[in-house]
């Protein structure tokens, strides 16, 4: 923290201010919904909370999660990027292990915790801002930080018509973003970042062209399919399906086995 704290501080700053301009242009666009409901006279505010949180709230908040948790974790180790400070940083009297997790703490769970709290407060700063020009719902000062986690519970199928096995798959899937990019800023040098969402994409493709050779080799395809993935689909219980089943294991079974590999690849540095 002492090393890096400028660099934190200011990250943040940018962080609130892009989230401000994010929160602000959905609020304008939340408005032409208000106005929609308005002129076509849709009764109750549980309606208007209902649309703010399915069109305005809920996607930016995972999208900016999703995008910051990968900027975070995948520019973990700043040190690592030239020999210079990779050479100090490797001789500090501490462990590897140490290292890691003092990374793991500050760029993946510290990150995630002030996310939350950021994402809240800019909500409502940009709300106040928004509220001198233009009334707004009052119902909006009513959310909480902790709602988008709770928003399922709440409103439950009024929101989003989707099984509690996809929520699983989506948590597994920020999982494995996570872990990669993490062990992506232990592994490589300079430029990690993007040199791991490098690699991630082209592990995505061979992925792609790997099930697309299967597809073809068990499935007729016509003129028109060569790009079609055609897959057995069934369901493994009521609500669970041998795709929704694959996705959790895999992306699961990679975060596991990705987070002792941004370790290890630490611990290969020092030799």
Not at 41 to 57: A, M
Not at 163 to 192: D, E, N
């Amino acid at each position: 923290m002492a090393l890096n704290g400028k660099t934190y501080l200011f990250t943040l700053l940018g962080l609130c201010i892009v989230l401000f301009f994010i929160n602000t242009f959905n609020l304008i666009d939340y408005t032409k919904q208000i106005q929609y409901i308005d002129n076509h006279k849709i009764d109750s505010v549980y309606n208007v909370n209902i649309t703010f949180f399915k069109k305005s709230y809920l996607p930016p908040f995972l999208i900016s999660l999703f995008i910051g948790i990968l900027v975070s974790a995948g520019t973990a180790f700043p040190a690592l990027g030239s020999n210079k400070k990779s050479l100090h940083y490797l001789l500090l009297p501490v462990s590897n292990l140490e290292k890691f997790v003092a990374q793991f703490l500050i760029r993946i769970v510290a990150f995630v915790l002030l996310y939350f709290i950021l994402f809240w407060s800019i909500f409502k700063v940009s709300y106040l801002f928004f509220e001198i020009f233009e009334p707004i719902s009052n119902t909006l000062k009513n959310y909480t930080i902790l709602d988008p986690l709770t928003i399922y519970h709440k409103y439950k199928y009024a929101v989003f018509n989707v099984k509690s096995i996809h929520y699983y798959i989506f948590i597994s899937l920020f999982l494995f973003v996570t872990f990669f990019a993490f062990a992506g800023a232990s592994y490589f040098k300079k430029y990690a970042l993007f040199k791991t969402v490098f690699a991630f994409a082209i592990i995505a493709f061979s992925v792609f062209l790997l099930q697309l050779l299967c597809s073809h080799i068990f499935y007729a395809h016509g003129e028109n399919e060569f790009f079609e993935l055609k897959l057995t689909k069934h369901f493994v219980s009521k609500r669970v399906t041998n795709h929704d089943l694959y996705y959790l294991v895999l992306f699961s079974g990679i975060s596991l086995f990705l987070a002792p590999l941004a370790y290890f690849n630490l611990k290969e540095r020092e030799v």
